[in-house]
């Protein structure tokens, strides 16, 4: 007989036994940590973007700022070549390698609680519990975090590009009589002629994905995946004729979109919609150009039973570092200001929620709302 015939109250009444002991409690706690270790890596697109390398402290470096550890790699230095006359001699360099300090930080589940008695009572096994919500709320501060990192690069690279100073981005900006540089923020073609700056997203055009190339391109870069969000994604059924060609418009009417490239580049969809927020669409290198992605040793997960109170939590040590901060550039499908001008006052709806408001809940239980009890009339 397989766990999926049986019924959970009882499956919940042998972990909780199993849980008397001290060696089956480890034993729990390490199937535990290494399911969770493989469904991280399944859904997380920071790491689809900028897949982990797995180290030890063997591996890392004491920082002199703070009391973690840090990894520090090197910079690739820089270098050219030159025409001489054969009585003449290149110009000397003293080569000097650039680096850069990574540190490690601490993504935590919370620490769940429950007492015996009362898990008896769940329909629902303990481990379905595990797996809702540890493995799912360290997976989404991640990618959030990553998230953070990258839109700080890309708005290093526009201030950069406007003089050092942070000039608003929007509609009406671009349409005045000397617009913002566009170096690795640019709004979509819809966007840019609105006549009103709000956070409204407008459909994604394929001439929008292009541009968004040449952000990169033009940096002696080459372009290797979209970020976009499942909504936006959506826009490309709605491509006409004139940009995919009467063969693939008609396939997309009927089978949807089945291909693994846009634009001849590879992409990677979520529906992340409170991290990656809508009407974002980012493009990036390949991970080489772009920056490195530490594990610090495995996700670890921890589960103790106190007389009738069991805890569980689970937790991963990461670095996250972008290193080449051109390497990363971004599309805005909406008409407002989204650098930390806020001209438009509406900011805190185009940047990753605070963590506290990740995952919003869809069913209204709590509130008394589910079928029979929706007054229907």
């Not at 693994?260 to 991970?287: C, E, W």
Request: net charge negative; with cysteine; proline share 4%.
């Amino acid at each position: 007989m397989t766990t999926n015939n049986v019924d959970p109250r009882i499956l919940n009444d042998m972990f909780s036994a199993k849980l008397e002991s001290a060696v089956t409690k480890e034993k729990v706690a390490a199937f535990g940590g290494s399911y969770i270790r493989d469904r991280l890596r399944e859904v997380s697109f920071a790491r689809q973007i900028l897949p982990p390398e797995m180290v030890t402290k063997a591996d890392c470096q004491r920082s002199v700022n703070h009391d973690t550890l840090v990894k520090i790699i090197d910079v690739e230095p820089k270098s050219r070549a030159m025409a001489v006359t054969f009585r003449g001699q290149p110009r000397a360099r003293f080569i000097r390698g650039e680096r850069a300090e990574i540190p490690f930080f601490t993504i935590s589940s919370e620490k769940f609680e429950k007492v015996e008695q009362e898990l008896l009572a769940y329909e629902m096994p303990i481990t379905k519990i595990i797996e809702d919500n540890s493995v799912k709320d360290i997976q989404e501060i991640e990618d959030r975090e990553f998230l953070i990192h990258i839109e700080a690069a890309v708005q290093a690279i526009q201030q950069e590009a406007n003089s050092g100073s942070v000039t608003t981005l929007n509609a009406t900006a671009l349409q005045g009589a000397t617009p913002p540089v566009e170096r690795s923020v640019r709004k979509g073609e819809l966007a840019r002629a609105a006549d009103v700056d709000n956070a409204i997203v407008l459909p994604l055009q394929k001439p929008d994905l292009v541009n968004l190339l040449k952000l990169l391109n033009s940096r002696r870069l080459r372009a290797e995946r979209f970020l976009l969000t499942d909504t936006d994604f959506t826009d490309v059924l709605q491509w006409t004729v004139e940009d995919m060609g009467s063969r693939l418009q008609s396939e997309t009417t009927t089978d949807g979109y089945k291909y693994s490239l846009l634009v001849g580049h590879a992409f990677v969809r979520t529906i992340k919609n409170d991290i990656l927020r809508t009407g974002n669409v980012y493009v990036f290198t390949k991970p080489e150009f772009l920056g490195k992605f530490y594990i610090l040793n495995n996700v670890k997960f921890y589960i103790d039973k106190i007389a009738n109170l069991i805890t569980w939590q689970s937790w991963e040590d990461i670095a996250i570092g972008i290193i080449n901060i051109a390497s990363a550039a971004k599309l805005e499908l909406y008409s407002g200001d989204a650098t930390t001008n806020n001209a438009d006052s509406i900011l805190s709806s185009v940047i990753p929620v605070a963590e506290e408001e990740l995952g919003a809940v869809n069913n209204r239980v709590s509130q008394g709302l589910s079928f029979p009890k929706v007054v229907s009339y």
